[in-house]
């Protein structure tokens, strides 16, 4: 347990999947003493259904605050301890905010955790540095924490912030399986991105459907339609599957579900993505879990990290009696489970509200705020004015307008492309095309 407890916790995020580690975090950090506020930060995309707080755990929606408001000394200082759930963008603003505030008093100033919310695929340097200037880096990996050591030594950062703690949801104890009858597929909101991609894989999962009919075959999407996450998704399998099931008869035990990952592991015998962190629940769980590699290997699907896990494969390769199989040297690199890394957080934030309490003061971490030095943003706030100078984040109102055109216009482009003046996502079969929708033809 936490010698030093903090009295008052604030979690503050922008989108479930940051909620629901967020979460976890706050209940290992909690002791019986601790208060714990949730606050969403303000934003027009970023909104939580009633599904998405239910599924949180949440009795309420949490209340929403922009930045301006929650960067005050005096709601600050009202918490020992903040946990940061925000993208790199936002992340580096708030600690811009956070230093500007405390510069020149940090008495009773809380101290800041940042942390991730699943798997980093790509950017994770870029990541690691919107994030440096927390008094505490969360990692999901000893493999990350080795690159985090490294990226600071190379800034000439003597001391390090990281603490491989992994994902704070992963928890064996927490998934009981059952008898294991069906196969699931884990969908993001962006990878794959392209309509034809995504109808590749209801198809090859109608064929598995098929090829199994006494087992469940799960799609599950990763939200619902109108919910928000951090990825935007802008081709819903459920309009895909709906394409499908207008062209011929979807096979019975074929199903679309937006249960809890964890409900759906209790009976599944193969868990299957593309690059989904709901593949290391799923091996937490022990469930045989298998990456796909249907489309390629690189960084944009994610799947790179998979790389010598002993888990990649294609459609052809699944059926209901896979074998569970992980290397065990990617699992060392790559997954942090048990109590240790809980402990050793518990303990690092402990002594850091000892040092507060001591000195009286803590002092700020870094003024290399998402790994620029103080020259460099110096030099640009004062020779390109202030639109620059909040940390490179804002832009100028021109390209402001115009980056929201070339939105409007791609948005267009994907209706006219994609949905055209007929309904629909996929092209209708020509009279001569006999290939049937999950037949080889799209395999």
């Not at 629940?281 to 298998?290: K, M």
């Not at 009696?321 to 109590?339: A, C, I, N, Q, T």
């Amino acid at each position: 347990m936490m010698s030093t407890a903090p009295r008052a916790l604030l979690l503050l995020a922008r989108h479930d999947s940051f909620f629901k580690a967020g979460l976890h975090l706050a209940r290992q950090l909690s002791g019986e003493t601790t208060r714990t506020d949730v606050i969403a930060l303000r934003s027009r995309g970023a909104r939580l259904s009633p599904g998405q707080v239910a599924a949180l755990g949440l009795e309420s929606k949490p209340r929403m605050l922009s930045l301006r408001d929650i960067c005050e000394r005096p709601f600050l200082t009202d918490y020992d301890v903040v946990l940061l759930g925000l993208d790199g963008r936002n992340s580096r603003s708030f600690l811009r905010r956070f230093q500007d505030v405390f510069a020149s008093d940090t008495r009773r100033r809380p101290v800041v955790l940042c942390y991730y919310p699943g798997v980093v695929s790509r950017f994770l340097l870029e990541g690691m540095q919107s994030r440096m200037s927390a008094d505490l880096v969360l990692l999901n990996s000893p493999h990350d924490c080795v690159q985090y050591d490294a990226m600071l030594r190379g800034m000439g950062i003597a001391v390090s912030n990281g603490l491989a703690t992994g994902l704070s949801y992963l928890d064996a104890s927490r998934c009981r399986r059952g008898a294991g009858n069906s196969i699931v597929f884990f969908a993001q909101p962006t990878v794959p991105p392209a309509v034809h991609e995504r109808a590749y894989i209801v198809a090859r999962l109608l064929d598995v459907a098929r090829k199994h009919p006494r087992h469940r075959i799960v799609l599950k999407p990763r939200h619902r339609p109108g919910e928000h996450t951090l990825h935007r998704d802008r081709c819903q399998f459920a309009d895909v599957v709906n394409t499908f099931c207008a062209r011929d008869r979807l096979p019975c035990n074929f199903t679309l579900s937006y249960d809890p990952v964890e409900a759906l592991l209790q009976d599944a015998a193969v868990a299957v993505t593309v690059s989904s962190s709901a593949a290391l629940e799923a091996l937490v769980a022990g469930v045989p879990t298998r990456i796909l590699t249907d489309f390629g290997i690189h960084e944009n699907l994610g799947n790179n990290f998979f790389l010598d896990s002993g888990l990649l494969c294609t459609f052809d390769e699944i059926s209901v009696d896979l074998p569970f199989v992980l290397d065990e040297r990617w699992s060392k690199r790559h997954l942090k489970l048990g109590s240790n890394g809980r402990e050793q957080l518990v303990a690092r934030v402990a002594g850091l509200l000892r040092e507060r309490d001591e000195r009286g003061e803590l002092p700020l971490r870094s003024a290399r705020l998402g790994g620029r030095s103080a020259e460099f943003r110096a030099f640009v706030g004062r020779e390109f004015g202030p639109a620059f100078s909040d940390d490179l984040d804002s832009r100028p109102w021109r390209r402001l307008w115009w980056r929201w055109q070339k939105r409007l216009l791609g948005a267009a482009l994907r209706h006219l492309v994609f949905r055209g003046p007929e309904k629909g996502l996929l092209p209708a079969p020509r009279p001569a095309d006999s290939v049937r929708p999950g037949g080889s033809g799209h395999g």
